[in-house]
């Protein structure tokens, strides 16, 4: 059984950081990709960043990139999502998913596997 389990979201001031990471457990992690999605209340959930398996090529929405990094240790089955510089409008919930020998698609319907999400919530 497959199982992804985030953690790591919290509470933080603008201009603060948070690391989220997402544990993978009953697949081959290597052969995945991995990405990170959000979901704002009210709005449609949005493509983060991406990681392939092997090369560890990364993939970042232009709303993150050079303040988020994506990140793996295939070695511990786990992704991670370093967010810095968190401005109020990155408050969602978080979702990692796995993708089968995915490319870094932002599509989340390539996606096989999610977890269940974990809160960030950024004040002003």
């Known amino acids: 059984q497959v199982q992804l389990v985030e953690s790591g979201g919290g509470l933080v001031q603008a201009g603060g950081s948070l690391r989220l990471s997402c544990a993978a457990s009953g697949l081959t992690f290597s052969v995945y990709a991995m990405g990170w999605f959000r979901q704002a209340p009210g709005k449609e959930r949005e493509f983060v960043a991406a990681?392939?398996?092997?090369?560890?090529?990364?993939y970042y929405a232009d709303s993150v990139k050079g303040r988020f990094t994506i990140s793996r240790d295939n070695a511990k089955n786990t992704v991670y999502l370093q967010m810095n510089s968190l401005k109020p409008e990155d408050t969602a919930v978080y979702y990692c998913?796995?993708?089968?020998?995915?490319?870094?698609?932002?599509?989340?319907?390539?996606?096989?596997?999610w977890g269940q999400g974990t809160q960030v919530t950024v004040s002003s």
């Open positions: 990681i392939t398996g092997g090369s560890g090529l990364t």
């Open positions: 998913a796995a993708d089968y020998g995915g490319l870094g698609t932002r599509r989340g319907a390539s996606y096989d596997y």
